[in-house]
C-alpha cells in the first residue's frame, strides 16, 4: 500500500506563474488536508478536503489559492500569480475518517521556491 | 500566545541519554498527535492519543487532559531519533480536520 504521494517534490516558480502541487492521498483514504510550512516556522493548516468537497478552508489565503479533490484523479492545490512570500513546503495529508480521531499521514512534501 | 507551546526549542544529547519533550495546549482538543520531521523534511505521524499513556518502541507519549499537557519521552537516545520534534491537536467544534502544531523542538542525539 504506497503512502501519500506528492509532486513534484520541487518547483521553482518565476513571480506571476502558476503553481500546482499535486498530492495522491493513500488507497481508501478519502480525507485530504494540505499544510503550509513557511521557512523558520511551524506547519500551519490550510485546507480541509472530502471527495468533491471542501470541508474547511479557513485557513486559505482569501486570494490566488485554491484546492480541489475530484472524484477521479489527486488534490490539487493551486497557487495562482506566485509571489516570493509564497516559497515554502506544502504538505499534504490523508486519512481514512476525520483526521480529528485519527491518524493523518503526511506525504513527502513539495518544496516551492519562488524566484 | 500560541495555542500549543512546546519546551524546549532546541535539544542536544549525549547518546543513550533519557528525553523529555513538553507539550502544553490552550484549547479544548479531541486529540494530541507527536509527529516526527525528518532532516530531509518528511513528516512521520509517532502518536495519536486523547488520554492515558502510549508506548512504541523506545518512545511513550503521554498526557494530561486536567492539566492540558503531554509529554514524549525517548529512552536510550540514539543518533538517528535526531530530527524535529512536533506536537499537534485536533479541536473540538469547527472543521475535524484540521490540526494546531507547536514550533517544534529540535533534537540533536550526538554519538
Known amino acids: 500500500n504506497a503512502g501519500v504521494m506528492q509532486n513534484p517534490r520541487h518547483l521553482v516558480r518565476r513571480r506571476g506563474q502558476e503553481a500546482r502541487l499535486r498530492c495522491s492521498p493513500m488507497?481508501?483514504?478519502?480525507?485530504v488536508y494540505w499544510y503550509r510550512q513557511l521557512p523558520e516556522e511551524g506547519l500551519k493548516f490550510m485546507v480541509y478536503?472530502?471527495?468533491?468537497?471542501?470541508?474547511?478552508e479557513s485557513g486559505m489565503p482569501k486570494e490566488r489559492f485554491s484546492a480541489e479533490f475530484p472524484k477521479e484523479g489527486p488534490s490539487i492545490l493551486r497557487i495562482q500569480q506566485v509571489v516570493r512570500g509564497d516559497s515554502a513546503a506544502y504538505f499534504c495529508?490523508?486519512?481514512?475518517?476525520?483526521?480529528?480521531?485519527?491518524?493523518?499521514?503526511f506525504g513527502p512534501g513539495t518544496r516551492l521556491l519562488v524566484l | 500566545k500560541n495555542e500549543v507551546e512546546q519546551s524546549p526549542q532546541n535539544l542536544t544529547a549525549q547518546e543513550g541519554e533519557f528525553i523529555t519533550i513538553n507539550c502544553s495546549y490552550s484549547?479544548?482538543?479531541?486529540?494530541l498527535h507527536w509527529l516526527q520531521q525528518h532532516p530531509g523534511g518528511g513528516i512521520v505521524s509517532l502518536f495519536m492519543?486523547?488520554?492515558g499513556k502510549k508506548k512504541h518502541g523506545r518512545l511513550i507519549a503521554t498526557i494530561n487532559i486536567q492539566e492540558k499537557h503531554s509529554s514524549l519521552h525517548i529512552t536510550a537516545s540514539h543518533p538517528r531519533d535526531s530530527a524535529v520534534y512536533i506536537c499537534?491537536?485536533?479541536?473540538?467544534?469547527?472543521?475535524?480536520?484540521?490540526?494546531?502544531f507547536g514550533k517544534g523542538t529540535k533534537l540533536s542525539v550526538k554519538p
Open positions: 495529508a490523508s486519512s481514512f475518517h476525520p483526521g480529528s480521531w485519527e491518524t493523518q499521514y
Open positions: 488507497k481508501g483514504h478519502s480525507h
Open positions: 478536503l472530502q471527495k468533491e468537497n471542501i470541508i474547511d
Open positions: 484549547v479544548g482538543i479531541s486529540a
Open positions: 492519543l486523547s488520554s
Open positions: 499537534a491537536v485536533s479541536t473540538y467544534g469547527g472543521s475535524q480536520g484540521n490540526l494546531i
